[in-house]
């Protein structure tokens, strides 16, 4: 079993993890700010701890070196790369580890990989030794060939609730609770991006959130859409979430009061009732994208049904 201690919520990636406690290549799906590099640097960890267990020690001197970012036997892979400059790198992976037991490869971005780097990667993944795990990174896997996804274990990082987000962040920064709820607000339910806000960064979706409701107070349609209309569909799945879950934290936040100015401007002309029944429209929405839908359609329709509220 893997130690979670670092991962918050998730629930379902931590029991496909139990039940496949050891897999040569993995691929972590998920936004910014989702967690997925905490959930890679724990699998590292994990093959590369000295221990042998799957519950990284945080003590010997392969932790400490991974830490250090000064391990060996933990190697990342450019997306960009030439086809020639990945086959000289997969030719070392048969060669065994300096260090330790394992030897652990990270592409990020691997959504960014060209079709010939996929196909160049695809040989090694389908015949990789013993001692080597690879981790794929990327926000969609829809720019990756089946072939490859596949090969690996797909891990799809989700929202995090505010009942588990609210104490992780409360222990990190304390005495900062009117933040903290703004934050949340702002997150889409991603503990990265609530900590990009109380760093002073207003994250891209939060931003994209208000636009939507400054355009939903302004009556424009096509801004709505323009908004909703993603070119992909996993893209679309999280802006409708993040939206979902920012009008939620509209009302979470008002009533204890808490919200930032522009969102209490928008629950004082909307008003309460509006903004339940907006919520239901996205919860609706929230559940039709667990179906492969028609995203340009799809976008008309949630418009028009909030426009009718």
């Given at each position: ?71 060996l036997d933990f190697k990342k892979i450019p997306s960009d790369l030439k086809v020639e400059a990945l086959r000289d790198i997969l030719s070392e992976v048969s060669v065994y580890p300096s ?106 979706l939060f931003v994209q959130c208000r636009a939507f409701a400054s355009a939903y107070l302004e009556r424009d349609q096509m801004k709505m859409m323009d908004l909703l209309n993603k070119k ?74 909030l426009m009718n509220l």
């Open positions: 079993m893997f130690d979670f201690s670092l991962l918050i919520g998730n629930d379902h990636i931590k029991k496909i993890l139990n039940v496949n406690a050891s897999f040569h290549s993995y691929l972590i799906e998920g936004e910014d700010g989702s967690g997925k590099h905490t959930l890679m640097h724990l699998i590292a960890m994990a093959n590369l701890c000295e221990s042998a267990q799957t519950v990284p020690c945080f003590s010997c001197s392969a932790c400490k070196k991974f830490e250090a970012d000064a391990h260090e330790g037991r394992k030897k652990v490869y990270v592409i990020e971005d691997a959504d960014a990989l060209s079709v010939k780097n996929q196909n160049t990667l695809l040989k090694t993944l389908e015949e990789p030794p013993e001692f080597v795990v690879f981790i794929l990174l990327c926000k969609s896997r829809k720019s990756l060939l089946q072939t490859v996804i596949s090969r690996c274990l797909v891990l799809t990082m989700a929202p995090v609730v505010p009942e588990k987000m609210m104490p992780y962040l409360q222990k990190k920064y304390p005495n900062r609770d009117a933040e903290l709820k703004q934050a949340v607000a702002a997150s889409g339910g991603y503990i990265g991006q609530a900590e990009q806000f109380l760093q002073g960064k207003e994250t891209e992909e569909r996993t893209a679309f799945v999280a802006f409708v979430k993040g939206l979902d879950f920012y009008f939620k934290q509209i009302l979470s936040s008002s009533a204890h009061g808490a919200a930032a100015d522009a969102e209490q401007r928008f629950l004082d002309q909307v008003g309460i009732k509006t903004l339940c029944r907006i919520c239901s429209v996205l919860d609706t929405c929230v559940d039709k994208t667990q179906y492969h839908v028609n995203i340009p359609l799809w976008s008309v329709c949630t418009v028009k049904d």
